[in-house]
């Protein structure tokens, strides 16, 4: 996506010489010069209205950005300016459940009950934490347990999601956290922790759409999809080339109301 | 031992309190901060600095970063920051909790969130609740020492009055006093169901389950609670079927499930916390984070 060129079009030179110097911001960065190759290698965006409207949004709003923090601007605006989930919808045959690897931290910072009253578990110890994960998170009680109203959200905040059906095949039952956050694009943890599988069905949590370049953010190992793809992948870092992975769609947060019960993964 | 050598916060151990204090500030803003730390793709700061330190309990890292969180709360409340109006603000002070709440403090910080308990309410804090941040805080970090233990039960069993707080006043009792956390039990369920709309005891009741472990007296004495509460029985067994007490802790099970039992088999909670139990909070107060309340094996 050329997105000086839709500066200038829509804005004229003076946008597309704001667009150039952020850019330039994030190509001196190290996170992101990552999210800037997103950009220009995003081929789906401007393939539908949706999408080139919230490249616009994007331009508009970088007309008046204040300078430095490139990487945070960017972060903020997408949020705040509703820039996620525009690609086009995936693929009506792949709708199907959808899963997401999660660390136990995660769960227990974001989906946990946070306001009075609360029954929060105190963590004494990392082993408090995953009783809790293996005991009460991930069983028949999880609803009790986690607050209903708390919102599974990524960082951009469109919610990276995997195939339930690819599950099986690619991180069967039994795989160690370690290589299930390889196989899903995700850095493995140093030192390990305990990680959950949320599920979700996508006639609950969707639409489900082709991940862009604003959804993946400043992600190191998300892959821009191809012009009419009907889906995303992310680089399977099991694979020393990099050229595997598994099948990502994303979808808009929502709440633990709409999940199923989590599963929980190990350490 | 190679953990501690990588990790990406030694920097906290080895700056001066004032730096190290806004070098955590900047992080958990996610500011620029030398020397950098990539934060994964799909976690919060505050996420990924927990899965860096919590677990590394013979290091003095984790205590210092929740020294450090202490601190910097202490210091945004002086400067009023908790008040209604700013809410990145009080985002901000959410995130230090959490790390309080997680981690190792001082015996400095540990008092303060003791003060800030016994005042918080009269603190107004808008959509962020003060005292409930700082009671769940306090629950691991309480330090009674010997003759202050009387006023610390008499405190949780205060907070236990009102149902917001009722739940963690159980979780703080249970840490000190644990009959006096199950005397409590069978009106908290009765008045949790009562509310409209019910609240969950599923946590609660892990908690208990945690703090109980397998001790075959307090099981029993959980059990006695209950002889004149059958209807909350119920719900209670119910609750820890869902928790999978019957296949992870078959003894706490039967004596859940034996006819109404005589009362109080432990002589008086009071009795017991007089003798046994203080010996264990001297010991807690000396190293707060080891497994003395552990369930056995």
Not at chain 1, 116 to 134: E, F, G, H, I
Not at chain 1, 187 to 193: K, N, V, Y
């Amino acid at each position: 996506m050329d997105l000086e060129a839709i500066a200038e079009n829509h804005f004229g030179v003076d946008a597309k010489a704001r667009v150039a110097a952020w850019m330039a911001e994030l190509d001196a960065d190290l996170e992101g010069w990552t999210g800037a190759s997103h950009i220009r290698g995003e081929n789906n965006l401007q393939s539908h209205d949706e999408g080139r409207q919230a490249a616009i949004r994007l331009v508009n709003e970088l007309r008046s950005r204040p300078p430095g923090d490139p990487v945070n601007w960017y972060f903020a605006t997408i949020t705040g300016s509703n820039l996620a989930c525009k690609g086009p919808k995936a693929a009506d045959d792949l709708l199907d459940d959808l899963c997401k690897v999660t660390s136990g931290w995660m769960v227990w910072n974001r989906l946990r009950r946070r306001t009075a009253p609360d029954d929060t578990p105190a963590l004494r110890d990392s082993a408090r934490l995953m009783n809790w994960l293996v005991n009460v998170v991930c069983g028949p009680a999880y609803l009790d347990a986690l607050d209903p109203s708390a919102i599974v959200s990524g960082k951009v905040p469109a919610v990276f999601s995997t195939f339930l059906r690819d599950r099986d095949a690619q991180l069967p039952a039994g795989t160690s956290a370690t290589e299930c956050y390889k196989v899903v694009g995700l850095d493995p943890r140093d030192p390990p922790e305990p990680c959950v599988l949320l599920k979700y069905r996508t006639s609950q949590v969707g639409p489900v759409i082709v991940p862009t370049a604003f959804d993946a953010g400043t992600h190191t190992h998300f892959l821009p999809s191809a012009a009419g793809a009907r889906y995303g992948t992310t680089k399977n870092l099991a694979t020393a080339d990099g050229s595997g992975g598994v099948r990502e769609v994303v979808v808009p947060p929502f709440p633990v109301s709409r999940m199923m019960e989590p599963e929980f993964i190990g350490a | 031992m190679t953990a501690m050598v990588n990790n990406q916060f030694d920097v906290l151990t080895t700056l001066p309190d004032v730096q190290a204090a806004a070098w955590l500030s900047d992080y958990l803003r996610s500011r620029p901060v030398a020397p950098p730390v990539r934060v994964p793709f799909d976690l919060e700061p505050v996420e990924f600095l927990l899965s860096q330190v919590h677990s590394l309990s013979n290091s003095e890292l984790p205590r210092r970063v929740g020294t450090l969180a202490g601190k910097l709360v202490a210091e945004a409340i002086a400067q009023g920051k908790h008040r209604p109006g700013d809410t990145a603000e009080q985002e901000a002070l959410r995130t230090l909790f959490t790390l309080i709440e997680a981690l190792p403090v001082s015996d400095d910080v540990a008092e303060f969130l003791y003060d800030l308990a016994v005042s918080g309410r009269l603190l107004d804090g808008g959509e962020l609740d003060l005292h409930l941040l700082t009671l769940r805080a306090l629950v691991l970090h309480q330090r009674p020492r010997p003759g202050e233990i009387e006023r610390a039960v008499e405190f949780w069993r205060h907070e236990a009055d009102d149902i917001r707080y009722a739940a963690i006043a159980i979780q703080g009792l249970l840490r000190i006093a644990a009959p006096g956390a199950i005397e409590l039990l069978p009106e908290f369920v009765r008045r949790a169901r009562a509310a409209q709309p019910p609240l969950p005891l599923t946590n609660t009741l892990f908690v208990v389950e945690s703090e109980l472990g397998s001790s075959k007296d307090l099981w029993q004495a959980l059990r006695s609670a209950f002889d004149a509460q059958p209807s909350q029985l119920t719900l209670v067994r119910d609750e820890f079927a869902r928790l999978r007490l019957r296949e992870r802790n078959p003894v706490a099970w039967e004596i859940l499930h034996q006819d109404a039992t005589i009362a109080d088999p432990v002589g008086g909670w009071s009795l017991q916390f007089a003798t046994g139990d203080e010996q264990k909070i001297n010991r807690a107060r000396e190293q707060p984070f080891d497994m003395l309340l552990a369930p056995a094996a």
